[in-house]
């Protein structure tokens, strides 16, 4: 079946970065995105970005604090954010995403499936 | 606008129908998803594309969308169904991004 294994639980100061791994099983790993997203406690959802195992695309409110990669030797997916603040504690979840282009409207992205979350914290 | 609006809670009686409403300009341009959330689980994927069914959905989830306005509906709510629901679209006004709403909890009395 298709699955999304994530790494575990991580803890930093504020000002270090964290990188967190996402592997896909199941499907052709080189067919489709990868999409990262994020939920404070208690908060809804935020998407950081896509990575394809050949270009990125950040959110706006992440240019140049994170950065995604992909290995397909592995068919393993990687964000690392940088300049932690306390406001990055959150879990953060990968998502398969088929990143569909239409003529039409651009570009189309849904998340299916999600990784089972890694809860970043960081303290002062 | 790039935001998309949800009531932050609906309640119905188990064999009700539940209707959570997501609002926002992008949604006349843009494909709709939704994302049911239980506590401690990892967001999935309930509908795709404004109103498709993935497999392994039950039947009694459907969507639809009329200009800026989408609607997940639940017949024939079932306890099971108590969690939190949010919508999903892009905004592709400028700088590509992905945005969700707020969120809706949905409670089955």
């Known amino acids: 079946q298709i699955q999304l294994v994530q790494s575990g639980a991580e803890v930093r100061k504020s000002g270090a970065s964290v990188k967190v791994s996402c592997k896909a099983s199941g499907y052709t790993f080189s067919s489709y995105g990868i999409s990262w997203l994020r939920q404070a406690p208690g908060q809804g959802l935020e998407w950081m970005g896509w990575?394809?195992?050949?270009?990125?695309h950040y959110a706006q409110k992440f240019q140049g604090r994170v950065t995604m990669t992909t290995d397909t030797s592995t068919n393993t997916a990687y964000m690392e954010l940088r300049s932690l603040r306390s406001d990055d504690t959150a879990i953060y979840y990968c998502?398969?995403?088929?990143?569909?282009?239409?003529?039409?409207?651009?570009?189309?992205?849904?998340?299916?499936?999600w990784g089972q979350g890694t809860l970043v914290t960081v303290s002062s | 606008s790039n935001e998309l609006t949800q009531p932050p809670s609906v309640s119905v009686s188990p064999g009700q129908t539940a209707r959570i409403t997501c609002s926002g300009d992008?949604?006349?341009?843009?494909?709709s998803y939704w994302y049911q959330q239980k506590p401690g689980q990892a967001p999935s994927l309930v509908i795709s594309?404004?109103?498709e069914r993935p497999s392994g959905i039950p039947e009694r989830f459907s969507g639809s969308s009329s200009g800026t306005t989408v609607t997940l509906t639940i017949s024939g709510v079932q306890a099971e169904d108590e969690a939190d629901y949010y919508c999903?679209?892009?905004?592709?006004?400028?700088?590509?991004?992905?945005?969700f709403g707020g969120g809706t909890k949905l409670t089955v009395l």
């Open positions: 999903q679209s892009e905004d592709n006004s400028g700088t590509y991004q992905v945005v």
């Open positions: 990575v394809t195992t050949e270009n990125t």
């Open positions: 998502a398969r995403d088929p990143i569909e282009f239409y003529d039409s409207i651009g570009f189309t992205n849904w998340f299916d499936p």
């Open positions: 594309k404004d109103s």
């Open positions: 992008t949604l006349a341009k843009q494909y």
